[in-house]
């Protein structure tokens, strides 16, 4: 660092100069690690230390490399300090009973950012209410069954919501069942939550369209200096179309014939967008609904046995049979 002619060196905090660096890449599109240091008439090692700490203290900063060669860092458009953020008893309530419902995400690092929020939570509130929201979650916690540790994952999934929090291109190394790891140029779009399990979701440049991974099988991912931008149009549901849970194939019309026995379970829940409901005399039920992800389709139908019957189409009655005199011959 060379400090400009008959001008002292400065001498300040970290606090402060911090305070400046921020200051000064709000005011500008970018800046540069040398045009920092002139600025505060530091090292450039100074500077790298300071852009880490803002990146610590959770400031969105960004790097790019401009055509010229030149490394800028800056903020997200539209980053603004978020003001202190202040709850009602009822929205605690809440929040505490949705942590409850997370205990998938056990041995990531969302489970370690949710602990650091409650923390904060408690370190705000009196005793005697933590106990009682503590109290009520607990009592609502659901007891899963088969739930994923996601621990030999950590440091994956710590890159990946860098990706998706900053639009990093990423290249993934994916090994699918029974086949060997396959590579993928990958824009993560969205991180999903399904049926205990954790899902990328995102735009896969060597397919040519939108494809889902399971975190469990990623084996690696790799951040790339390039970004990207998600298309205006995209949403979560464009990755799984008309499935009836994540897996997507050709649609097709299910008929479905449930016995009185458990009517009341089916008709008390909504199961896909596209689904008809009709009674019969026998006070059997008739589901008809537009889906696709036999697979999936048929673990569900399996769960109501013998209460249920396949109507159509043909393939999967015949689908679901095969699947019986299997279970059958194993037994």
Known sequence: MTRRPGKPARKY???????????????????????LAEECEVHRRTIYRDLQAIMDAGYPLIRE???????????????????PITFSLEELMTLY???????????????DDLEAIFGRLRSSLPPRSVAHLERIASAAAPRFQGVRDYQGKQQLLK?????????YRCRLFYTPPRRG?????????????FNQSLYLGGYAHNRSGLRLFLIDRLERVELL????????????????GSAFGLIEGESFELQVEFAPEVAHLIRERSWHPSQQLQET??????????????????????????????????????????????ALAVG
Request: a negative charge.
């Open 13 to 35: 905090s970290q606090a402060a100069r911090l305070h400046d660096v921020i200051r000064l890449l709000e005011a500008r599109y970018g800046a540069t690690v040398e045009e």
């Open 65 to 83: 490399t401009e055509p010229d060669g030149r490394t800028l860092y800056r903020f997200l458009t539209g980053f603004k300090k978020i003001p």
């Open 97 to 111: 009973l949705c942590r409850g419902q997370l205990s998938f995400l056990r041995g990531t690092p969302f489970q």
């Open 159 to 167: 890159e990946l919501r860098r990706a998706l929090l900053y639009q």
């Open 181 to 193: 790891t396959e590579e993928y140029l990958f824009d993560p779009y969205t991180l999903l939550f």
């Open 225 to 240: 200096d390039d970004r990207f931008e998600v298309p205006d149009d995209y949403h979560s549901s464009d990755l799984t």
């Open 281 to 326: 005399d026998e006070g059997k039920l008739l589901l008809t609904m537009q889906v696709s992800g036999e697979k999936e389709i048929l673990a569900w139908l399996y769960s109501y046995l013998p209460f249920v019957r396949v109507l159509a189409p043909t393939a999967l009655q015949k689908s679901f049979r095969i699947g019986l005199e299997k």
